[in-house]
């Protein structure tokens, strides 16, 4: 049995977190967040609290990347700190339901916004989230050093198109400061504090989504100890700085009182840069941002099931790899299909939504076996940035969102 090629470094796995974490939400919940929050302030209060919440859980991953640098992620990290048995659960979850369900809805994504700018719709938006699904499998297939560069052009081309809306705005100003003002205290009809930070923190949550991911590349990352903590702490500082740049653009561009729906906010971002046709333009640059996360998607998840072949938990020919290009094609195959499954099934959205608060646990219980094998092994063999400080700010932030989840819906939560 061969074993996946080292070829990553610090720049591609850095790359490869932005390329996956930036995505749809970036352009969806800063409209969700704005209205419950109605405060500048409070903005930019809970982006820098979900970044908080980012790095430090990705300190904690980085040191289990540093010290398992396998493939499969939170499965092996799991599986050295408690067991096969909460691995067997974690990566059956994310086989079945978790990965192919995330990797339909960016497909779904995708496919409504080529419709929204170019008039298709029905099936023909479906066979667009399948063909967007199978064509970066295949190129993912293609070697992850192919897969690096190719999702390093994307991101380059998702940051430039949010960079040049910055730009854009200012020079042609477009927006006025004075959204800004008051800065601090709340517009009218806003949710009162502290309920107004609940869905704030959720949709934040959202956005930041999946830095984690990227840790189930470990196997193919050079020097992983040097290469996968600072790679995975560099990733999401970046994303923190684009969000909250991108956020105070929009803010720029389109008062707090005017935002109703993530969709219409940033039509109405668009529309004050570029007339009639700013629906169109930021349509196709959701759609550059989707493709990369999708693609990222494909490059870092089939590496569990990977693993799970390598385990005897799954079958054994998934852990073969292709003779030429070093990559697990039949896992990716695996995802690929189920996602493709899901998409015309189209009930992925609701499974999915029954899974983000066990999800959000075994984040958690990840964390949590870091300092069972710290305990376990010795600090030597855990070098953990900011410890304790970053392990129990992660906890606790994760129990508030648990809560927060459970409150907003308790069935899907129970």
């Avoid at 996946?4 to 977190?17: E, I, P, Q």
């Avoid at 690096?148 to 380059?156: D, T, Y």
């Amino acid at each position: 049995m061969n074993n996946l090629s080292r070829h990553l470094g610090v720049a591609a796995v850095a790359t490869l977190v932005i390329g996956e974490v930036v995505a749809i939400g970036i352009f969806l919940t800063p409209a969700t967040m704005a209205r419950s929050v109605g405060s500048p302030f409070w903005l930019l209060a809970v982006w820098l609290l979900m970044g908080a919440m980012a790095l430090s859980g990705a300190l904690c991953y980085g040191a289990l990347a540093a010290r398992f640098p396998e493939a499969g992620g939170g499965y092996v990290y799991l599986r050295e700190a408690f067991g096969p048995g909460v691995a067997f659960l974690y990566g059956w979850k994310c086989l079945l339901v978790m990965d192919p369900g995330i990797t339909a809805l960016l497909g779904a994504a995708l496919a409504s916004y080529v419709g929204y700018a170019t008039g298709m719709s029905g099936a023909a938006l479906k066979a667009v989230a399948i063909g967007s699904i199978l064509a970066l499998a295949a190129v993912s297939m293609l070697g992850v050093r192919f897969g690096a560069r190719l999702m390093q052009l994307l991101m380059v081309l998702k940051i430039g198109a949010l960079a040049l809306l910055a730009v854009l705005a200012l020079a042609l100003h477009a927006g006025s400061w004075s959204h800004f003002v008051p800065f601090i205290a709340q517009r009218a009809g806003s949710n009162p504090l502290p309920g107004a930070l609940a869905p704030a923190m959720i949709g934040g949550f959202f956005a930041f989504g999946g830095w984690w991911e990227i840790t189930k590349l470990g196997g193919e990352a050079k020097d992983p100890a040097r290469t996968m903590p600072r790679a995975l702490a560099i990733g999401v500082i970046a994303v923190t700085a684009i969000y909250i740049l991108t956020s105070a653009v929009f803010l720029y561009l389109v008062p707090l009182e005017r935002v109703t729906s993530g969709e219409t906010f940033a039509a109405q971002a668009g529309e004050a840069l570029f007339g009639p046709s700013g629906g169109r333009v930021f349509a196709t640059i959701v759609i550059v941002a989707v493709l990369g996360s999708l693609f990222a998607l494909l490059m870092a998840l089939p590496r569990v099931y990977y693993a799970m072949a390598r385990d005897g938990v799954f079958f054994k020919s998934v852990a073969v790899l292709h003779p030429r290009f070093s990559t697990p094609t039949r896992a990716i195959a695996v995802q690929a299909t189920v996602a493709s499954l899901y998409v015309l099934l189209g009930t992925f959205q609701q499974i999915l939504a029954f899974f983000i608060f066990v999800t959000v646990v075994f984040l958690a219980l990840t964390v949590v076996g870091l300092l069972v094998l710290r305990r376990r092994e010795g600090i030597a063999a855990y070098r953990i940035p900011g410890y304790p400080l970053s392990p129990f700010l992660f906890l606790v932030l994760v129990a508030v969102l648990l809560f927060l989840l459970a409150g907003h819906d308790p069935f899907q939560a129970a």
